[in-house]
Each structure stands twice: as structure tokens, then as C-alpha cells.
């Protein structure tokens, strides 16, 4: 356990700044275009719509961004050591080739988007209140539901760190197959297989051996689909003309820690689909794989 957490260490000291800079640029650049935006196609007399408004197009931002760099990073990780030739230092140390593979593949593919999304909420409460002050002035900011903003921020962000758990986890067979094939077949791996797959499927579309595959791939999105989007009762009532009023929307201020909370059994049961437990376990043969090309390269 000490050996892992040195390598998750290793992370954070090489990619801290790389990883900073994603959270921190989106937020400065939206606070920078603050003075320059204005809210329109809402008509609201109060702070609390544009605040929310603002905030969640950065937490959207930061995340998406995230995201994208984690899967990014992740191709990149399989020979890493390899290209860089630290796989002799890291070989040398008491530890296994399993620990210095899971603990990037953690620390990129989970920790750091988890983290993100954190810093994001944080970085969306402070241009929410900035956008806020610019509309509105001070005086509107004295009045502003801050309790309920708060309470609804922490439930946002509890149930996003939760998303991105169940998503990496949803999406880590596809994400490790990817990676195996680049640490066997180096730069053309992930192409190949991602061409692979798409040919076979679309030559051989009408057998029962690629509809079975296409219903798999499709059921394994729909699970990451699942880690973010709850289903059942509606947060957001709009009335006839699709327009929200200030009733409806302090409304779903209130109501959205509880809808948070009701949320969260239903996204976990959700991960009890069978294929779940079949995606971790043919990540796991994935995950070995990098295991054995990593033992034959020293």
C-alpha cells in the first residue's frame, strides 16, 4: 500500500501543474468574460437563476474537459514506462507490476476528474456570484437564498463525484481493452482494434455474433449514460409556453437535495446490471494483459 501510494505521489508531482491549469483556465476565462456577457432569453427579477446558470455552464466545462484529458491520458499510460525507460527504477522498487499500472490508471481515470469536478463546483459558485454582482449589484446579493444555494451545491457535488466514479467504472473495459492494444501494438493498437471492431461490425451486421456485440457496446454506454442522468420524477416542471417561472424555479431549488438524494440508490441499483460485473471482469483480463506486456518488456 505504501509503494501505491508513492506512485499516486508520482502523479500528482508530474501532472499537478497540467492538472491545475485544466480546472483553473476555464474558470479564469469565464470569469474574464464576465464584465462582457450578459443573460438573455430569461426574464427573471432575481439573482439565484443567473448564479445557477453560470455555475453549472463552468461545472459543465471543467468536467467535460476532464473527461476528455482522463481518457487521453489513460492510451498514453501503457507504455509510458517504457518510452521513458523508468520501468527499470520502478521495477527495482518492492512493489508489483499491478501497483505501478493500477495506480495511474486510478489516479488519471478516477481521482483526477473526481477532483475536478470539485474544484469546478467551487470555480461555478465563485463566476455564478460574480455574473450575479454584475446584473444585479450588490444589494440583490444581500437577498440572495444562500442557504439553499449551498445545500443544493453540496448535493451537486456529491452526486457528480458519484457520477464519475460509476462512469469510470462503466466505461473501464472499453478504456483497458483500448489501452491493452496499445501496450501490445504500441501507437496503431487503439486505431486498429477501434477499426477492427467498427469493420467487423458493419460487414458482418446481420449475424447473431455482431448484433450480440453492437447490444453490448450499446448497453455498456447506456450504463455510463446512467451514472449521470436519473430517471423518475421530473426536477423541472415548465408550464405551457416552456418558459420557468420564479416559482417554478425556487421550487426545484428546494426540491433538488431531496431529488439528489432519492437519486443516488437509483444510479447505484443501476450498476447492479449484470453486464457491470461482466465489464469489470473483462477489464480485468485487460488489466492483465498490461500486466504480462509490461513483465515482458524488462
Known amino acids: 500500500m505504501t509503494l501505491f501510494n508513492t506512485l499516486l505521489l508520482r502523479e500528482w508531482l508530474q501532472y499537478k501543474r497540467a492538472w491545475l491549469g485544466l480546472v483553473l483556465a476555464p474558470i ?66 518492492p512493489g508489483s507490476h499491478a501497483a505501478s499500472l493500477g495506480a495511474p490508471i486510478v489516479a488519471h481515470g478516477v481521482l483526477m476528474p473526481a477532483v475536478a469536478v470539485l474544484l469546478g463546483v467551487a470555480g461555478g459558485v465563485v463566476v455564478g456570484s460574480a455574473m450575479a454582482f454584475k446584473e444585479f449589484g450588490l444589494s440583490a446579493l444581500q437577498q440572495t437564498q444562500w442557504a439553499a444555494l449551498f445545500q443544493a451545491t453540496l448535493w451537486l457535488s456529491l452526486r457528480l463525484v458519484v457520477g464519475v466514479v460509476l462512469a469510470s467504472l462503466w466505461i473501464a473495459p472499453i478504456a ?30 446481420d449475424e447473431p455474433v455482431a448484433q450480440t456485440l453492437k447490444q453490448l457496446l450499446k448497453t455498456q454506454m447506456e450504463g455510463v449514460a446512467s451514472a449521470w442522468v436519473q430517471s423518475g420524477t421530473r426536477l423541472v416542471e415548465s408550464n405551457g409556453d416552456g418558459r420557468l417561472d420564479m416559482q417554478d424555479f425556487f421550487d426545484m431549488l428546494f ?41 515482458r518488456s524488462l
Open 176 to 205: 483497458l481493452a483500448l489501452m491493452a492494444a496499445s501496450a501490445w501494438l504500441r501507437r496503431w493498437g487503439a486505431p486498429l482494434l477501434v477499426i477492427g471492431v467498427g469493420a467487423f461490425l458493419k460487414i458482418y451486421k
Open 255 to 295: 426540491r433538488f437535495p431531496d431529488f439528489a438524494r432519492e437519486g443516488l440508490p437509483q444510479v447505484l441499483h443501476a450498476a447492479l446490471h449484470p453486464q457491470f460485473f461482466g465489464g469489470l471482469a473483462l477489464a480485468g483480463v485487460c488489466f492483465w494483459l498490461l500486466v504480462l506486456q509490461r513483465k
Open 28 to 93: 479564469l476565462v469565464l470569469l474574464a468574460l464576465v464584465p462582457f456577457s450578459q443573460v438573455d432569453g430569461i426574464d427573471v427579477p432575481s439573482p439565484e437563476p443567473v448564479a445557477l446558470i453560470a455555475g453549472l455552464l463552468t461545472v459543465a466545462l471543467v468536467l467535460t474537459l476532464a473527461m476528455a484529458v482522463s481518457g487521453y491520458q489513460l492510451l498514453g499510460l501503457a507504455r509510458r514506462d517504457q518510452q521513458d525507460r523508468s520501468i527499470e527504477f520502478w521495477s527495482s522498487l
